[in-house]
Structures are given as C-alpha cells and as structure tokens.
C-alpha cells in the first residue's frame, strides 16, 4: 500500500508570506495528525482528524495556523503570515482506528519549512 | 500531564557493540510507550511498544526495551549494533485506556552513530 505523502519535502519563504502544506494519508485512513519538530525540540501534537472534522486541535500554537481537511481525504496546514518561529519539520500521520493501541500511526518523511 | 526525557541528545556505539537508549516518563495515569526511528531522508517508524501487557517488548531489528514501573523507564536496547542502526530514535508515551493513541507526547530524540 501506498504510504503517507507529504508535499513539498522542502519549502523556504520570507517572513509574513503564506506557505500551504499538504499530507495525503494511507487510503482508508479515517484519523490524520498533523505533527511539528522546531529545530532542537520535541515532536509536538498539533491537530487530530477524523474523517473531516477536527477532533482535537489543543496543540495549535496559535490562529496563524489553518488546517482543513475537506471530503475527509488529504489534509492541508496553512500558516498565514509565516513568522520566523514556525520554522521546523512539519510531519503527517494517519492511522485507521487510534481507539486501538494496535492500530499503528505511519507517519510521511515530513515537510521541513524554513521561514526566512 | 505527561512528560518523556531520553538522557543523551547523541550516542556513538562501535558495530558490533550493546546500544542502549534511555527513556524515562512521568505520567499521571498509566502510560502506553512506544520507541520510534527515523532514518534520514525517511518518515518516523515504529520500532516497538508497550501496552501493559509482558513488560520486557521485543520489537523489529532486534530491538527490545523493558518497562520498569519502579524507575519510571523504558529504555531501548540492542545486542549487538549494526550499521543500519545509525538513524534518530524517538520514545514517546500516551495515556492507557485514552480514546486516541495516535496523540503522542515525544521526547527529544536520540541519534546514534555507529562506527566501524
């Protein structure tokens, strides 16, 4: 089966500018994270998903921040104006039914936005 | 409110040499854990995980990592390192009996070097 995608791997914009990440989960998939690395730090929850509707987003930093995932299939993760401190690997995992500890998350090889 | 903290922001082992990992947690509720890698250029893997269950987890590669309550720890080991190993490790813990396992808490990764 086809994996997590994440596109773009790599995206460099200027400080204010608008950037779009996008994932496209495992097919099938209901539950769909979205993660966050800033550079020296932990891996941090963002947001959950399942199907479209956002069932948890407590770890968004702040309302620069956009997600959406509209017919319950790929996701976006927009950060509008971009500050300097967004900068960091931004990663994409999905997983059928995360009621069940069996049910592993795959996770995408990331997006690593640098905001200059 | 859980925490994870991996002693050792860098390992360097010989090939052929024992690796281990630490991992500790602190954790209000009984934790599920798990141990992830990433290998460059890839997304995160899961490598192993505990869920209550035996306490000593076997995982793939030859991995393994015990669960010891008394020290609050989890640490990853493998007998004998290969050169494949080289990658970041990441220990990441989640409330038991929680409605989603796929919402993490991370520590701060590991990476281990493995040397001729």
């Known amino acids: 089966e086809a994996g997590v995608t994440q596109f773009p791997s790599h995206s460099v914009i200027e400080k204010g500018q608008t950037v779009t990440l996008r994932c496209d989960p495992i097919?099938?998939?209901?539950?769909l994270y979205w993660y966050r690395r800033v550079m020296g730090k932990e891996i941090k929850f963002l947001l959950h998903?399942?199907?479209?509707?956002?069932?948890?987003e407590s770890g968004m930093p702040n309302n620069r921040f956009l997600a959406e995932r509209t017919g319950g299939t790929y996701s976006t993760l927009k950060v509008q104006p971009a500050e300097l401190e967004d900068s960091g690997v931004y990663f994409c995992?999905?997983?059928?039914?995360?009621?069940?500890?069996?049910?592993?998350?795959?996770f995408g090889n990331g997006t690593r936005l640098t905001v200059t | 409110a859980q925490s994870v903290t991996q002693l050792g922001s860098h390992v360097s082992v010989s090939e052929g040499a024992l690796v281990l990992l630490r991992c500790n947690y602190s954790s209000s509720v009984p934790p599920y854990l798990f141990w992830y890698v990433q290998y460059p250029n890839q997304g995160l893997q899961l490598l192993l995980k505990y869920t209550s269950a035996a306490t000593l987890v076997k995982g793939i590669n030859g991995f393994e990592a015990e669960f010891k309550k008394s020290e609050t720890s989890f640490h990853l080991t493998k007998p004998s390192a290969h050169m494949s190993d080289a990658a970041e490790y990441f220990c990441a813990v989640t409330p038991a009996g929680g409605t989603s396992y796929g919402k993490l808490t991370f520590g701060q990764g590991t990476i281990l070097t493995v040397h001729p």
């Open positions: 097919s099938g998939h209901d539950n």
């Open positions: 995992a999905s997983s059928q039914d995360p009621g069940q500890v069996a049910s592993p998350l795959h």
């Open positions: 998903f399942v199907k479209e509707s956002k069932q948890d």
